[in-house]
Nanobody, 126 residues
Framework: HVQLVESGGGLVQPGGSLRLSCAAS????????IGWFRQTPGKEREGVAA????????YYASFVTGRFTISQDDVANTVYLQMNDLKPDDTAMYYC????????????????????WGQGTQVTVS
C-alpha cells in the first residue's frame, strides 16, 4: 500500500513560483508512475504532469509546458512539481497520485490510470 503526502501549496501572486512536493511511503516499487493532478470545484480532475520513477519518461499537459517541471528525488522518495509563471487559472487543489506501472503514454495524465492518491495541497494565484 502506498501513502502519498503533498505539501508546498499556498498563495502566490501572478507570475510567481511554487514547488509542490509529493512524499511517498509504503511499498514503493522500482517502476512507479507518479502524476500530479489539479481540480477546482465543479470540474473534473485534470492531469498536469507525470513521471516514471525510473526517470525515463515525463509527460506534461499542454497548458503547463514550459512553465512546470516534474522531477524526483530517489533517496527521499519524493516527486516535485516546480511551477513557474503561475497564472490565476492555475488556482486549484493539487493532488499527486501513484500507480505501479511505467508512465508509457499520455494516458498517465488521466486520473483513472492511478490507484493511490494523496489528500491534496491548495494553490491560489491571486
Amino acid at each position: 500500500h502506498v501513502q502519498l503526502v503533498e505539501s508546498g501549496g499556498g498563495l502566490v501572486q501572478p507570475g510567481g513560483s511554487l514547488r509542490l512536493s509529493c512524499a511517498a511511503s509504503g511499498v514503493i516499487g522500482s517502476s512507479m508512475c507518479i502524476g500530479w493532478f489539479r481540480q477546482t470545484p465543479g470540474k473534473e480532475r485534470e492531469g498536469v504532469a507525470a513521471i516514471s520513477t525510473n526517470g525515463d519518461s515525463r509527460y506534461y499537459a499542454s497548458f503547463v509546458t514550459g512553465r512546470f517541471t516534474i522531477s524526483q528525488d530517489d533517496v527521499a522518495n519524493t516527486v516535485y512539481l516546480q511551477m513557474n509563471d503561475l497564472k490565476p487559472d492555475d488556482t486549484a487543489m493539487y493532488y499527486c497520485a501513484a500507480e505501479a506501472a511505467f508512465c508509457s503514454s499520455l494516458l498517465y495524465l488521466r486520473a483513472r490510470a492511478y490507484t493511490y492518491w494523496g489528500q491534496g495541497t491548495q494553490v491560489t494565484v491571486s
